[in-house]
Each structure stands twice: as C-alpha cells, then as structure tokens.
C-alpha cells in the first residue's frame, strides 16, 4: 500500500525547491527518475523506493482541491500548484519523509499539505537494512502494490479515489499487458465519475475491504475473495452473494442521476468535439463543463477545440478526457471516450506530406471517421 501526501502551492515547485525537498532523507538518500522522468523516486539503501514524486500540475480549473481533497487551495479561486508524493507503506518512516518533503515546499512556496497535519521539515533518517523489504515483482507499474499474471492490485486508503495521472498511468499498462486493474480500499471511500467509469469496464474492479465477509465488489456488492492471482466472485450453487454492507448502503436514501451517450461523426475539416457533451451538460446543469483533462485533478479550463486537438494527435489510438462542472455543481462530472469507428471507405483525400511530414489538414484527412 502506499500513503499519499500532496502539497498544494501557489509558486511552481522551482529546481531549487525540489532539490530542498528531496534532502528530506539527509544526503544518503538515492535518488533516480523513472517514467520517461514524470516521477522522482527517493530510495533507500540497496535502492528500495520509498517516497515517489509526481511532477507537479497546474491546475487552473476552480474547485477541485474541495472537491477531491475537502481542503481550500492556497488562492482564491486562482491557479496552483499540484504536487503528489506516494510513500511505501512497507517502510514505516517512508510517509515521515513524504510528509517532510511537501512540508519544505510549503515552507518555500507557501502553500497547503493534505492530509492536514502531514507536513513537517524535520530530516529523516531510513534504516541501514532498508534494502531487506521486498519490492513487488513487476517492471513498468511502480505504484502497483501487487501484480500477478492476471491483475495490478492498486491498496489506497484515500477517502476519494480519483483517477490521477499515476493511476491512469497503472490503467494503461494493465491493458497493454492484458490485466485487470483492482482497487482496494476501505468501505469509507467512494469514486469519482471518471474513476468508477474505468472500474465499471469489465475486467476491472472496485474491492471493498469489509469486516464481515472479508472482501466485496464496491460496484455490484458480490463477495469476493482471492483467487489464482484475482480478486473473483466467491459462487455458492452457481452464483455470487451479496455482503450484507452493501445491500444496506443501497437502502440509504442518497440518489444520483447517470447519463451515459454516443454520438457518431465523420471526422470533418471543421469538427469540434466536445459539443455534444457541452449541450447535454447545459440542459441537465444550466452551465456548461467548466474544465477538462486527461486526469484528476482536472487541471484544464473547458475548451472543445483544444480537446478535439488532442484526439487528432492522438488519433488512430483512442483518447479518454475528463470534464467537470463549476464549484457550485461539484457533482456533476463526466469521463469521456474518443474512439475510431468502421464507416464506408471515404475517396482519397487530395492532401499531401510536406517535406516528409503530413501537414495539419493531412493530419485531419486521415482522422474521418471519429465517434
């Protein structure tokens, strides 16, 4: 498992202040950059990582550290800074140093920690026989707690489970590898739109941690338990039961309203994406999305002609963004999907490549047949 500590800034994270942060750990510590350098890792003797650092993001969308955190920014209602730090729970003094590397940031930049109370400055000093932990088997899937030949088993004890860059990062190898991505976590937490809409795709998974039958599909409330490398459904006389925690959370007298759409398009000189969901968005909310991006913390403002961008230079390949809506409308929230549809075979486009490149209209020919 690993425990998460953010440092929410109004000052970008500057070299120097990383550089402050890392020293958390004394100058014994290693330190190596992995992920094509999008993740800082600290690491103990035998380099054992304890400590993982994000790059920090820009948010510009308002109302997100509430709505993901429970805490105010350090600004009102301006851009900040989004610093996340994933410390091992296998070694006890590896949230200590998480915690002491978002507090000098704070200390320099000015900002906020969550959890309340984690930051410190103090240095803290690892153990000699840190190299002694295991690390979980697996390359390429540094923040997965457990991986089989079936899943990557993600153990988080956030009360609002968010589908952040790292956990997006975790989605995409477990595809790429043919696995199912598995989230376990206390019955307290719950998901964010985005975050239950991949869970909901088979064969993935919400697993909920409960007293009484051990485990439990957070979305179906069928028991699980572990089983050839998976968490699976515990079946007596052919089908799955229910835990009793779930049924009565059904009983509560919460409700929520799921839209679920498609649209199909040819991809024209002049498409926009985006649109769809920005009318549907204004009919059930009065407003439309107020920003949009590839994860959480949405850290975009909304903008249909940069996200239809993004899915031209992505394109054969499908694109999955996130929109929010205004502070005030917290709750509402979409995850989005920009796939590639068979459509009849279009005439050769009269476009041509430019010194050994596709032009941007090129570019735009090859990508018709979007939905």
Not at 30 to 58: C, D, M, T
Not at 192 to 213: E, M
Not at 254 to 262: D, H, N, S, W, Y
Request: aromatic letters at 8%.
């Amino acid at each position: 498992m690993t425990k998460d500590v953010i440092s929410l800034t109004p000052l970008m994270p500057d070299p120097w202040a990383l550089l402050a942060g890392l020293y958390a750990g004394g100058p014994g510590m290693e330190v190596a950059s992995v992920a094509e350098g999008a993740v800082v890792q600290l690491s103990g003797v035998g380099g054992r990582p304890l400590v993982s650092v994000e790059a920090p993001i820009l948010v510009q969308v308002p109302g997100e550290a509430s709505r993901l955190l429970g805490i105010q920014p350090p600004v009102d209602e301006g851009p900040f800074w989004w610093t996340e730090t994933r410390a091992s729970t296998a070694v006890p003094e590896a949230a200590r140093l998480a915690g002491s590397f978002c507090g000098r940031l704070n200390l320099l930049l000015g900002g906020v920690t969550w959890p309340p109370g984690a930051a410190t400055t103090e240095v803290v000093e690892t153990p000699s026989d840190v190299c002694a932990v295991p690390v979980p088997e697996g390359t390429g899937m540094p923040a997965v707690d457990v991986l089989t030949h079936r899943s990557a088993v993600v153990l988080t004890d956030r009360p609002v489970i968010a589908l952040t860059p790292w956990l997006s990062d975790v989605f995409r190898s477990a595809v790429a590898t043919e696995r199912s991505l598995q989230i376990v976590s206390p019955a307290t937490a719950r998901l964010t739109a985005p975050a239950r809409a991949v869970l909901a795709q088979p064969p993935n998974r919400w697993v909920v941690q409960d007293p009484g039958c051990g485990y439990y599909d957070g979305l179906t409330g069928a028991v699980l338990s572990w089983q050839d490398g998976t968490f699976a459904p515990v079946l007596t006389d052919g089908s799955a039961g229910r835990a009793e925690t779930f049924t009565a959370h059904m009983q509560d007298d919460g409700r929520r309203l799921i839209v679920a759409f498609r649209t199909l398009r040819s991809a024209a000189e002049d498409l926009v994406l985006g649109q769809s969901l920005e009318a549907a968005w204004q009919i059930l909310t009065g407003t439309a999305p107020v920003g949009w991006g590839t994860a959480e913390p949405v850290n975009l403002p909304w903008s249909p002609r940069q996200l239809t961008e993004l899915a031209r230079d992505r394109a054969p390949e499908p694109t999955q963004f996130v929109a929010v809506g205004s502070p005030d409308r917290s709750w509402s929230a979409a995850w989005v999907s920009v796939s590639w549809g068979r459509f009849p075979r279009l005439p050769p486009c009269s476009c041509t490549p430019r010194s050994g490149r596709f032009s941007r209209r090129s570019r735009s020919c090859r990508s018709r047949a979007w939905t």
